[in-house]
């Protein structure tokens, strides 16, 4: 059973930074290239990718309006996704989500289409004021 556990949100002052982390458990860190991804979802706005980034290496991806401020990273040993984000904006408020793909890597035509992943987490709220 594949459950993917998101922590790390909580409510900043704009300018600040948080780093979310996405713990995976019954899903060994898969060493072929598999697409592990952040998304996000404010009130009344639809589910968007924010960033994404293949399991054992390769590109990562960033959604063009936190290019320079967001950071994806991994570490496989651990099961563990992360997220840091830095100069934090009103605008960053949403609940962030952890997604998983289970066969296929990310691609810069398909990382931030939310059908194509297979697993989600539950969320952490975000709030930036």
């Known amino acids: 059973h594949v459950q993917l556990v998101e922590s790390g949100g909580g409510s900043v002052h704009a300018g600040g930074s948080l780093r979310l982390s996405c713990s995976a458990s019954g899903y060994r860190y898969p060493k072929n290239k598999v697409c592990m991804g952040w998304f996000r979802q404010a009130p009344g706005k639809e589910c968007e990718g924010v960033a994404a980034i293949s399991s054992g290496g390769g590109s990562a991806y960033l959604a063009d309006f936190v290019k320079g401020r967001f950071t994806i990273s991994q570490d496989g040993a651990k099961n563990t996704l992360f997220l840091e984000m830095n100069s934090l904006k009103p605008e960053d408020t949403a609940k962030y989500y952890c997604?998983?793909?289970?066969?296929?890597?990310?691609?810069?035509?398909?990382?931030?289409?939310?059908?194509?992943?297979?697993?989600w987490g539950q969320g952490t709220q975000v709030t930036v004021s």
């Open positions: 997604a998983a793909d289970r066969t296929l890597a990310c691609t810069s035509g398909s990382w931030a289409i939310t059908q194509l992943y297979d697993y």
